[in-house]
């Protein structure tokens, strides 16, 4: 019988977690939008760091370290265009940092360069 409680018990966290999953996305975007174009790009440039350390720590697969980078490094853009910063030759257009010429990534956020 204590299996029957066992798998009563996974799927209650399988459906807690369905259902919580969308809510906690739903206030980091509300948290997002009710913050400034230049508080959005700081949060967005923090994450693409903690990413990046995670990555490198082994804490995030591949798939989803390449997902929530380009998620992160839009977020850092469209702030940045709302700041009505330009992005320069050479530089990162997420962080703004000078990039390397004909580098796929930047070396000091991880975004990909177009
Ligand atoms: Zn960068």
């Known amino acids: ?12 966290i399988l459906i807690a977690a369905v259902i919580f999953a969308p809510l906690l996305e739903g206030r980091w975007r509300e948290g997002m ?27 995030v697969s591949e798939e989803d370290y390449a997902t929530l980078r380009n ?19 050479g530089s990162c257009p997420a962080c703004g940092a000078a990039t390397k010429e004909g580098a796929g990534f930047c070396s000091s956020c991880g975004g990909a360069l177009a």
Do not use: C, P, W
């Not at 913050?35 to 804490?59: H, I, M, N, P, V």
């Open 1 to 12: 019988m204590a299996a029957v409680y066992v798998f009563g018990g996974i799927m209650a």
């Open 71 to 89: 998620r992160y490094a839009r977020e850092a853009l469209a702030a940045r265009d709302e700041l009505g910063e330009t992005v320069q030759q």
């Open 33 to 59: 939008d009710g913050a400034s174009a230049a508080g959005r790009k700081e949060a967005a440039l923090a994450a693409l760091r903690e990413l990046e350390f995670e990555y490198q720590t082994d804490k």
